[in-house]
Protein backbone atom coordinates (compact mmCIF):
# COMPACT_ATOMS: atom_id res chain seq x y z
CA UNK A 1 0.00 0.00 0.00
CA UNK A 2 0.71 3.39 -0.96
CA UNK A 3 -0.61 6.90 1.09
CA UNK A 4 -0.75 9.74 -0.96
CA UNK A 5 -0.63 13.69 0.20
CA UNK A 6 -0.27 16.79 -2.05
CA UNK A 7 -0.03 20.27 -0.15
CA UNK A 8 0.35 23.52 -1.73
CA UNK A 9 -2.69 24.20 -3.77
CA UNK A 10 -4.03 27.69 -3.65
CA UNK A 11 -4.93 30.67 -5.56
CA UNK A 12 -2.83 32.35 -8.04
CA UNK A 13 -3.76 35.03 -10.55
CA UNK A 14 -2.84 34.25 -14.36
CA UNK A 15 0.69 34.23 -15.26
CA UNK A 16 1.94 33.27 -11.71
CA UNK A 17 3.36 29.90 -9.97
CA UNK A 18 2.11 27.70 -7.92
CA UNK A 19 4.09 24.21 -6.44
CA UNK A 20 2.46 21.07 -5.45
CA UNK A 21 3.80 18.47 -3.23
CA UNK A 22 3.42 14.72 -2.74
CA UNK A 23 4.13 13.01 0.19
CA UNK A 24 4.13 9.33 0.12
CA UNK A 25 4.06 7.08 3.12
CA UNK A 26 3.58 3.48 3.02
CA UNK A 27 5.78 0.68 0.16
CA UNK A 28 8.90 2.37 -1.50
CA UNK A 29 7.31 5.27 -3.30
CA UNK A 30 10.57 4.90 -5.43
CA UNK A 31 9.00 1.91 -7.40
CA UNK A 32 6.58 3.37 -8.34
CA UNK A 33 5.42 6.32 -11.45
CA UNK A 34 3.97 9.47 -9.91
CA UNK A 35 1.67 11.07 -12.15
CA UNK A 36 -0.26 14.10 -11.59
CA UNK A 37 -3.79 14.62 -12.41
CA UNK A 38 -6.45 17.50 -12.42
CA UNK A 39 -9.70 17.49 -12.63
CA UNK A 40 -11.96 20.93 -13.07
CA UNK A 41 -15.75 21.34 -12.63
CA UNK A 42 -17.83 18.81 -14.73
CA UNK A 43 -14.93 17.42 -16.20
CA UNK A 44 -13.01 14.55 -16.31
CA UNK A 45 -9.99 13.61 -14.75
CA UNK A 46 -7.35 14.24 -17.36
CA UNK A 47 -3.09 13.27 -17.06
CA UNK A 48 -1.33 16.57 -16.61
CA UNK A 49 2.16 14.74 -15.75
CA UNK A 50 3.85 12.09 -14.54
CA UNK A 51 7.28 11.14 -14.31
CA UNK A 52 9.44 7.36 -13.80
CA UNK A 53 12.49 6.90 -11.53
CA UNK A 54 14.89 9.27 -13.56
CA UNK A 55 13.92 12.62 -15.07
CA UNK A 56 14.44 12.22 -18.13
CA UNK A 57 11.46 10.09 -18.13
CA UNK A 58 9.37 13.14 -17.65
CA UNK A 59 6.29 13.48 -19.59
CA UNK A 60 3.66 16.04 -20.11
CA UNK A 61 0.39 16.82 -21.36
CA UNK A 62 0.20 19.35 -24.39
CA UNK A 63 -1.77 21.95 -22.36
CA UNK A 64 1.06 22.37 -19.99
CA UNK A 65 4.06 21.28 -21.38
CA UNK A 66 6.43 24.05 -21.25
CA UNK A 67 5.08 25.49 -18.45
CA UNK A 68 4.77 22.74 -15.57
CA UNK A 69 8.06 20.50 -14.52
CA UNK A 70 7.42 17.26 -12.46
CA UNK A 71 10.56 16.16 -10.14
CA UNK A 72 10.57 14.04 -7.30
CA UNK A 73 12.74 13.31 -4.22
CA UNK A 74 13.46 9.55 -4.19
CA UNK A 75 15.35 10.23 -0.58
CA UNK A 76 12.65 12.05 0.87
CA UNK A 77 9.17 10.08 -0.81
CA UNK A 78 8.19 13.33 -2.41
CA UNK A 79 6.86 14.28 -5.47
CA UNK A 80 6.44 17.80 -6.97
CA UNK A 81 4.55 19.76 -9.90
CA UNK A 82 5.66 23.35 -10.22
CA UNK A 83 3.51 25.43 -12.26
CA UNK A 84 4.09 28.29 -14.42
CA UNK A 85 2.67 30.79 -16.48
CA UNK A 86 -0.74 29.75 -15.39
CA UNK A 87 -4.21 30.15 -16.70
CA UNK A 88 -7.73 30.29 -15.70
CA UNK A 89 -7.55 27.04 -17.50
CA UNK A 90 -5.47 25.69 -15.12
CA UNK A 91 -7.97 25.68 -12.25
CA UNK A 92 -9.07 22.11 -11.03
CA UNK A 93 -8.39 19.51 -7.78
CA UNK A 94 -5.10 18.64 -8.58
CA UNK A 95 -4.49 14.43 -7.84
CA UNK A 96 -1.22 12.85 -6.91
CA UNK A 97 -0.87 9.02 -7.70
CA UNK A 98 1.14 6.14 -8.36
CA UNK A 99 1.58 3.23 -10.77
CA UNK A 100 3.31 0.32 -11.09
CA UNK A 101 3.49 0.04 -14.87
CA UNK A 102 6.84 -0.57 -16.29
CA UNK A 103 6.29 2.57 -18.62
CA UNK A 104 4.67 5.96 -18.19
CA UNK A 105 0.87 5.56 -18.19
CA UNK A 106 -1.38 8.46 -18.91
CA UNK A 107 -4.70 6.96 -17.96
CA UNK A 108 -6.17 7.35 -14.72
CA UNK A 109 -7.41 3.59 -14.96
CA UNK A 110 -3.38 2.89 -14.89
CA UNK A 111 -2.32 3.90 -11.45
CA UNK A 112 -2.91 2.16 -8.63
CA UNK A 113 -2.61 4.68 -5.72
CA UNK A 114 -4.31 8.32 -5.40
CA UNK A 115 -4.28 11.17 -2.88
CA UNK A 116 -7.27 13.17 -1.95
CA UNK A 117 -6.22 16.24 -4.30
CA UNK A 118 -5.76 20.10 -3.73
CA UNK A 119 -7.66 22.88 -5.17
CA UNK A 120 -5.54 25.31 -7.37
CA UNK A 121 -7.96 28.28 -8.52
CA UNK A 122 -6.24 30.81 -10.88
CA UNK A 123 -8.04 34.05 -11.29
CA UNK A 124 -7.95 35.78 -14.90
Known amino acids: QVQLEESGGGFAQAGGSLSLSCTASGRSFSAYIVGWFRQAPGKEREFVAA????????HYSDSVRGRFRISRDHSKNTGALQMNRLKSEDTAVYYC?????????????????WGHGTQVTISS
Open 97 to 113: AASSMGTIPTDTSDYEY
Open 51 to 58: LGWSDDSA
